[in-house]
């Protein structure tokens, strides 16, 4: 006999309903969030049936929670909290909401419903690393790109030269640099001298010589801030070096660690000829993937997914094509940057592109329009375990077969 179980989840402690085939209430409790709470909850559930008889309903999919049921053989159920809303009416025309209430309404969901979700797979362990440090690295990244902004902008009230002297505000030889000299008064006497013995201090690997980057530095607006104004302020350029200072050099180190873990991830051959150079933009895409090959039914769930389709709305005379707000962020990110960087290097994602502008579409959209095409190159490929190859890509052959007589001539 198959029964339905509704998880409430919360920070602190979780409601628990089971039903059978009917819809009647088997057993109601709560569980603390804690070691024995969690061990109280598998106990508990296999005293009603062994856990292949048991379906799991809970609005999220993932947490320690979810790992911990995934781990005692259970079939975990992910049901976005967006369905359990427009399911509420149904069990209350009074709009009430209880911890216990909630657990049974997704119990009696599942069992009514349970065809239309999908039971969630286990990731492998190399899926789950490689997303873990995808995701810190892109949280980082936004925190340094706001500082970085926080930075230019600061020095651009009370000294622009600083901030245009290189070419990331944010890059290394950047940060020596506001740190030696965080205003103008204290880069009053620097000339190419000076700047030379800077640079071959701090290995400067740019292509500018040390005469330009001073007459860069000159050329900008003047300061007028006063003397115990361009100090201050000296100060708020040295507290916003000293904290990107380490997040470039964790940076650094996330972005190695990730590289070496898409290499050695199974599926890294598969993802990673899509992209000239760079593993961190493969490794984005892979991780947002996965390994699981019934996740993506087709190539147009994935573009859906990843917020490449549009929405259609239509009602009798009324048909509206819209933006797609609900997706996978992460997975739209990475499929935009696919399709922001294949523009440039491959001929067939640049034609397609082009094509998209030629019918009047702004860059996003015509961005969108690639990165669905990509969708269904990404996931023949993903589905027949076989890396990317243009010589296959039956779209992109006459292109391929041009450049080829071109590197002939």
Known sequence: MQYFVGLDWAAREHAVCVVDGRGAVVAQFTVAHTVTGMTDLAARLAKVAPAAELRIAIERPTGLVVDTLVEGKFAVVPIHPNVVKAARPRYSAAQGKTDLGDAYLLADLLRTDGHRFRTLAPLSDETKA????????????????????????????????????????????????????????????LGEKRMAAFMARHSYSGRRTAAELVQRL???????????EAEAKGECVRALVAVLRPLVAQLATLSAAIEH?????????????????????????????????????????????????????????HRAVTFRWACNMHLRNALNTLADTTRHTNPWARNVYQRARD???????????????????????????????????????????????????
């Open 130 to 189: 490689l997303r873990g440090l995808v995701r810190v690295r892109d949280d980082l990244v936004g925190q340094r790109v706001a500082t970085a902004n926080q930075l230019r902008c600061l020095l651009e009230q009370f000294w622009p030269g600083a901030a245009e002297i290189f070419a990331d505000v944010d890059s290394p030889i950047a940060l020596e640099f506001l740190d030696r000299y965080p205003t103008p008064q204290s880069a009053a006497s």
């Open 218 to 228: 000159r050329s900008a607006v003047t300061s007028v801030a006063g003397e115990l």
């Open 261 to 317: 873990a898409v290499d050695a991830h199974p599926d890294g051959k598969i993802v990673t000829p899509l992209f000239r150079s760079g593993r961190i933009c493969a490794a984005q895409l892979l991780a947002e993937i996965g390994d699981d090959r019934g996740r993506f039914v087709s190539a147009d769930h994935l573009a859906a997914e990843g917020g490449a389709a549009p929405v259609t709305r239509e009602s009798g005379k």
């Open 359 to 409: 019918r009047g579409h702004e860059h996003p959209h015509a961005i969108r329009i690639l990165a669905r095409a990509w969708c269904r190159v990404i996931w023949t490929c993903w589905q027949q375990r076989t890396p990317y190859d243009p010589t296959k890509h039956r779209a992109a052959r006459p292109f391929t077969l041009r450049l080829v007589d071109q590197e002939a001539a």
